[in-house]
């Protein structure tokens, strides 16, 4: 069993630190906000730290699960940051969604201490954490990624190495790509089937057993229709992940014309108060 330490109890990283020390994993938690943490150890056992390096002394393995780049550097470098409590040969991993350059930056300042590094982001959701059945884009050396995956098993029912530092954050950026639109034809979809005069549960239970079929289809439909989104991935969230692909599609010369329309969609409902409304919500602003 590995010592570890978990930094950031948000709705992602609560359930995920919980496994771990499940599974048999000693682990100290840090939270910006102390009561969540109290609420960690009350629940889960295990302990809390004070600083980010406080949690992270002693332990083999150290992840990260904030919220965006700026805050990733807040808790992970500085005097009271996870890396100034980590010794030589443990491994820092982070399950943040960030930039590529992000995850090469930390990737640097983590090799000049003799420390591995593995950019670690999660697709699954909030089910996913609690359920422990997450998938993992690592990027990162594949020795440093041996010595990780048993532990990250714990809370994953996918775990895989896709290339070296950076190509983690660039897979969940293909993901939240596809997403994009996906979100926007289902919305067009159950909106038209609506104002047509159509069942919209039935419509669905007919075109889901073809070739339109998708996660979001399945598991989403029936809030959508019922015009609920007070639960899953936060359009604030997905908009940042959006405003790291557009800026990554620039460096790379891809075209992301879809994506970018959909990120201006998620700008509305972020207008109309929908900052934390799920990413399904793209449903308001259709007639319906
Ligand atoms: P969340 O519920 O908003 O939690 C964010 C966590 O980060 C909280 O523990 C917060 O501490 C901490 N934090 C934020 N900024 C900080 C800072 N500057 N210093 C110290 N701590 C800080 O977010 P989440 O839904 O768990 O998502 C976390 C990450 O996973 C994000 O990058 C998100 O894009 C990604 N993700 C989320 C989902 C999802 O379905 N939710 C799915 C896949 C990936 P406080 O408690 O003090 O605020």
Known sequence: MSKTAFVGLGVMGFPMAGHLQAAGHPTCVYNRTGAKAEAWTTEHGGSNAATPAAAASGAELV??????????????LGDEGALAGMAEGSILVDHTTTSATLARELDQACRERGVGFLDAPVSGGQAGAENGVLTIMVGGDPGVFNRA??????????????????????????????LAGLIQGLSEGLSFAMNAGLDARSVVDVIS????????????????????????????????????????????????????????FYAEIQAMGGNRWDTSSLMRRLPH
Not at 63 to 76: E, F, I, K, P, Y
Not at 225 to 245: C, E, P, S, T
Request: net charge negative.
């Open 63 to 76: 992840m990260l699960c904030v919220g965006n780049d700026n805050d990733v550097r807040q808790v992970a």
């Open 149 to 178: 995956e048993p532990v990250l098993d714990v809370y994953s029912k996918r775990v895989r190495l896709m290339g070296p530092a950076g190509a983690g954050q660039l897979t969940k950026m293909v993901n939240q790509i596809c």
């Open 209 to 264: 057993q073809g070739a339109a079929q998708s996660w979001q289809m399945d598991h989403r439909h029936e809030t959508m229709i019922d015009d609920f989104y007070d639960h899953g991935f936060a359009v604030d969230w997905m908009r940042k992940d959006l405003g790291i692909a557009l800026e990554e599609a620039q460096r790379n010369g891809s075209k992301l014309d879809v994506a970018a329309l959909v990120d201006s």
